[in-house]
């Protein structure tokens, strides 16, 4: 994090801070500060289709070559009154630096030009032209007031056009075929569009290419609309670009051959125009034709560059095997970059041509810090080492090890030590081993200790899904010493924490699919991400034990070597809506529900597995595990912390964020949520879920800022209770100043790394 400020800059991000402070305060100033006398500011530019409201008014908004200045809550100029926060008056040196840092921050006043108005209504004629209304018209309408305009474009759509006739007129008989298949995006009624033709053709491209085609390309195919006469039908005809036409027989000859790869030529770490004339290049080639090349020690074997290609000697040419093999590659941890080319040879051959580059293959990062939750205060350190390529298979080995120390707000203090070696395949599977010691000298002393087999499934180009699963988890849970206080409070038969601080072992499997919508080709374009994670843990062993009939203890559950294990089932849904209004304003909204049942062999699901609330990319309004579940009531005592746990939870999420400038961007948000036990228990009053859940629903909202350091985001929150269920019994569950709205008990400061969701 330091070193992330010092990277940026932490006077400029001072700078920063404080003209936005000004903005805020400066909202009311005169917009027109720097506006010519003869000129006037655009102060609102909008497009409305007065005859159609199927037409896009957003989409075309784009077409406008000027708009109003950037606008937060669709209304104030944020980014405007930062720039006038400039003094007129520049002649000394503080004067002249606070101009120069306000308009480098903010931005310039919106002049309005009438040309660029001529210009616009030509674009947004073309792009309704383009989606089939030819006979569309843009007027415009202007209201001028205070030397400020609001400009509204008038598109007045009138009937479209829609296609009679679509021929494919090409005399190459594998585009012929595909152009008239059933996937044809082009039919008769259809509404004429531009778009859905060039979609057509990148269809027929893309075909092709995944079937052998090397030298097609989109810009070969063309199209003619012909236009009846007061119809309103438009008549399609695809054919070959005249350039093709005119290409000489060998090169049309070039199109209509379906080619096959010859050989696979690997470069490894060198690059040929930068090669000395003394250095020779090793080569050598394997049993499956592919030959390779390099320079002093090869990186990587040959096993692992032919495992992450799906470029082969003999196969067909198709374009989905490069972009699988670039997006492969690239992904091994020891690779810079990769760059793969094709030499035709003979009449229907490629050679290919695949260049390797090396990367940097160790790293070692160090972390120090300090810490601050719930009111207590810490500090942290960790090291960790990267080797991308330790077998020179591309296999990542991760060493990681820390430790923090924390003074507790109540007193006492707590110690945590942690480690922890990752080893991840190239295919995508990794193994996992974990060492966790936690001491905390007024309550117990615990060591977690976890192995784990995991396998992500690589995403195929195209896909939108990942596939990841964890194949075996094994987790162990020894607890050498407790206090006297601790045990007699929690470790009773009545007790939701019983099985939580008693020894116990957790053999579990789980599957997470996630899937995105999220374009790269269209970034500004609304986006859904999905994810759902499905976890059991004790089937296997319940089943052995029984078959086996081993020993039970006194509560009725089989053991393992005179230990519990735990038997459970979860489940976990969330949705992320990414609105994306403009490129600087994204409204996202977030809906997470998550349930954990235990059965057979455990009454209570692990501590480590249930839910807790509140926190940075919770419910803002409550710090970490100090809300629920359901209507119970947290004293602030670190032994009531560990009760504010649940098997159920619900959170939903609306946020919507504003760029300001470069770095800087601003959020204002609503959560709501909670957690609950699915069963009653005793030390847990008011917890459980039940028909009146909805009413036991907690509320918050608050504002964030945002610093964008490059290589990460920084976000601070301000979170206000709005409804506090635990408050329901005495009649104070709305937070407001007339039931005692304070700074201590309803408002929250979170610190945090990324965006919450």
Request: charged share 20%; proline share 4%.
């Amino acid at each position: 994090m330091l070193r992330a400020l010092r990277t940026y800059g932490f006077r400029s991000l001072v700078k920063g801070v404080l003209l936005l402070a000004l903005g805020f305060f400066g909202a009311s100033c005169n917009t027109t500060k720097f506006v010519p006398q003869d000129k006037y500011l655009l102060n609102k530019a909008r497009v409305k289709c007065v005859d159609d409201k199927t037409v896009s008014t957003s989409d075309l908004r784009s077409y406008l070559r000027q708009k109003q200045n950037t606008e937060i809550f669709g209304f104030w100029k944020l980014q405007l009154h930062i720039y006038n926060t400039a003094p007129l008056d520049t002649t000394t040196k503080s004067k002249k630096t606070l101009a120069r840092n306000a308009h480098k921050m903010g931005e310039a006043p919106v002049i309005y030009d009438d040309e660029l108005t001529k210009i616009s209504m030509q674009q947004l004629t073309q792009q309704m032209n383009n989606m089939g209304y030819f006979n569309a018209s843009v007027d415009t309408q202007k209201v001028v007031k205070n030397r400020k305009i609001n400009l509204t474009y008038l598109v007045r759509a009138n009937q479209p056009y829609r296609i009679r006739n679509y021929e494919v007129d090409v005399p190459v008989e594998a585009i012929q075929a595909i152009a008239t298949n059933t996937d044809c995006k082009i039919r008769q009624g259809l509404q004429f569009s531009a778009q859905t033709m060039d979609e057509e053709r990148e269809r027929i491209t893309t075909v092709l290419r995944n079937r052998g085609y090397f030298y097609m390309e989109k810009s070969m195919l063309e199209y003619t609309a012909d236009s009846a006469l007061d119809s309103h039908e438009v008549d399609v005809r695809l054919h070959l670009a005249p350039y093709v036409l005119e290409l000489d027989s060998a090169s049309l000859m070039r199109l209509k051959t379906r080619y096959y790869i010859n050989r696979v030529y690997y470069q490894i770490d060198y690059e040929p125009a930068r090669l000395p004339d003394s250095v020779t290049l090793k080569t050598g080639t394997d049993r499956y034709g592919n030959t390779y090349s390099w320079t002093g020690r090869r990186f990587l074997r040959k096993d692992a560059l032919r495992h992450a290609s799906r470029i082969k000697p003999d196969e067909m040419y198709a374009a989905w095997r490069v972009e699988r093999t670039y997006a492969r590659m690239n992904a091994l941890p020891p690779v810079k970059y990769v760059d793969i080319a094709f030499s035709p040879v003979g009449d229907s051959l490629l050679d290919c041509y695949i260049t390797v580059s090396r990367g940097k293959m160790n790293s070692i990062s160090v972390e120090a810090g300090g810490t601050y939750s719930a009111g207590d205060w810490g500090v942290k350190a960790g090291l960790n080492y990267v080797n991308k390529n330790i077998f020179h298979g591309a296999e990542q080995l991760n060493i990681g090890a820390g430790v923090s120390y924390e003074w507790r707000a109540g007193g006492g203090r707590a110690l945590e030590a942690k480690a922890e070696v990752g080893l991840t395949f190239p295919t995508q599977v990794k193994i996992n081993i974990a060492y966790n010691y936690q001491q905390r000298p007024d309550e117990y002393t615990r060591t977690i200790a976890n192995a784990g087999l995991y396998y992500t499934i690589p995403r195929s180009p195209g896909s939108r899904w990942t596939h990841r699963f964890n194949l075996l988890g094994i987790s162990y849970i020894y607890l050498p010493w407790m206090s006297k206080e601790f045990h007699d409070r929690f470790i009773t038969r009545s007790s939701v924490l019983k099985a939580s601080y008693e020894d116990h072992f957790i053999m579990d499997w789980s599957y997470t699919g996630s899937y995105s919508s999220y374009s790269q080709r269209y970034p500004n374009r609304s986006y859904l991400q999905f994810a759902f994670t499905v976890e059991t843990a004790g089937n296997a062993l319940y089943g052995l034990s029984r078959l086996a009939n081993l020993p039970q203890n006194s509560d009725g559950a089989y053991v393992l070597w005179r230990i519990p294990f735990a038997q459970y089932a979860k489940g976990d849904v969330n949705f992320t809506y990414h609105g994306i209004i403009t490129p600087q304003h994204h409204l996202v909204g977030h809906i997470g529900i998550g349930v954990a049942v235990p059965y057979l062999n455990a009454a209570t699901v692990p501590f480590e597995k249930r839910y807790f609330a509140g926190g940075a990319n919770g419910i803002r309004g409550w710090q970490a595990r100090t809300l629920g579940p359901g209507t119970f009531r947290g004293t602030g005592n670190s032994l009531v912390y560990d009760l504010q746990a649940g098997d159920i939870r619900l959170d939903m999420n609306l946020e919507y964020r504003f760029k300001v400038i470069k770095f800087l961007e601003l959020a204002a948000f609503l959560d709501a949520g909670n957690i609950w036990t699915i069963r009653e228990y005793k030390s847990q009053p008011g917890g459980v879920f039940g028909k009146d859940f909805y009413k036991q629903i907690a509320w918050s909202y608050g504002v964030g800022v945002r610093f964008d350091l490059s290589i990460l985001i920084f976000r601070i929150d301000f979170g206000v209770k709005l409804h506090d269920p635990s408050r329901i019994a005495e009649g104070k569950q709305w937070r407001t100043a007339t039931n005692g709205l304070g700074w201590k008990n309803d408002m929250t400061l979170h610190f945090a790394i990324g965006h919450p969701f």
